[in-house]
Nanobody, 125 residues
């Protein structure tokens, strides 16, 4: 079984920063990308960012481009999300996920195979 766990969420004022971490453990599996998604109350889960495990390519949602930075550490099976210039609209539960199907840009939640339990990020105005 694969277990993924996020950490680093919390309460921050608008304009502040947070760094989320996610570590994958359990049976060995090959994943092509690790992604971050978020879900605000009453809204669907939306794509935030991803990092490709081969080459470290990254891809971002337009809403976070220039403010968030995703990175990965293959040796630790970990992925990180540095969030700067946070806005109240960034408030959501943030989830990390692993995609094991193939290379490419995968931005739909249904395309990911393993998920963490989520961590709450709240940005006050």
């Amino acid at each position: 079984q694969v277990h993924m766990a996020e950490s680093g969420g919390g309460l921050v004022q608008a304009g502040g920063s947070l760094r989320l971490s996610c570590a994958a453990s359990g049976r060995t599996f090959r994943y092509y990308s690790m992604g971050w998604f978020r879900q605000a109350p009453g809204k669907e889960r939306e794509f935030v960012a991803l990092v490709s495990w081969s080459g470290g390519s990254t891809y971002y949602a337009d809403s976070v481009k220039g403010r968030f930075t995703v990175s990965g550490d293959n040796a630790k099976n970990a992925v990180y999300l540095q969030m700067n210039s946070l806005k109240p609209e960034d408030t959501a539960i943030y989830y990390c996920a692993a995609q094991t199907r193939s290379l490419g840009i995968w931005t739909k939640a249904g395309e990911y195979d393993y998920w963490g339990q989520g961590t709450q990020v709240t940005v006050s105005s």
